[in-house]
């Protein structure tokens, strides 16, 4: 956190070349969320370039009080959701790549990985958007609740229970539609 606020007050300084660093920082997680959010590659790809530039042209209104990893998602969430208010943007849900979900080769894990992949991402699908949104940014970009709390201006309890309304949701689902997804069952 503290190498994030000196990469900042360099920029701000003047020194531009310290923004790559945070873009080469966050591009992937804020990509991650992003996808998961229009489960369309080249949408995500297109929404993370906007959000970087809205983010470095409003570097001056950050206030040093809170995680800088927070006010960035927070910035980059918001554009995406007026993007999708604008109804400038309808999601396509595109299949993806094999390449995108795994590194291992080997055909079994490849497969189980795959289809693993596949399963959460249709349960997430069936979630409400601001559900789906809290368990991303839980699980896959590991926030504490308290962040995502002060990233989408929702009360800790409103966020603790979301979370678990929506893991009830997916398991129920799961439960429904037969399998077994494991990581539903930790609380974490």
Known sequence: MEE????V??????N???YAHIINKYKNPLYATILRMTRNPQDAQD????????????????????SFSSWLYRVAINHCMDEFRKKRYH???VELGEEQVIDSNHPEVV????????QLERLLATLPEDERLIMLLRY??????????????????TVRN???RAKKKMRDTVKREGGYFHELSNDR
Request: no cysteine.
């Open 4 to 7: 994030d606020l000196q990469w």
């Open 9 to 14: 007050r360099e920029v701000l300084a003047g």
């Open 16 to 18: 531009k070349q310290a």
């Open 47 to 66: 929404f993370v370039q906007d959000a970087f530039l809205k983010v470095y042209h409003q570097l001056g209104k950050y206030k040093e009080t809170g």
């Open 91 to 93: 999601s396509t849900q």
């Open 111 to 118: 497969f189980l990985k795959k289809e693993k992949h596949r």
């Open 140 to 157: 896959a970009n590991e926030l504490s609740y308290d962040e995502i709390s002060e990233l989408t201006d929702v009360p800790l309890s």
């Open 162 to 164: 979301k979370l678990h």
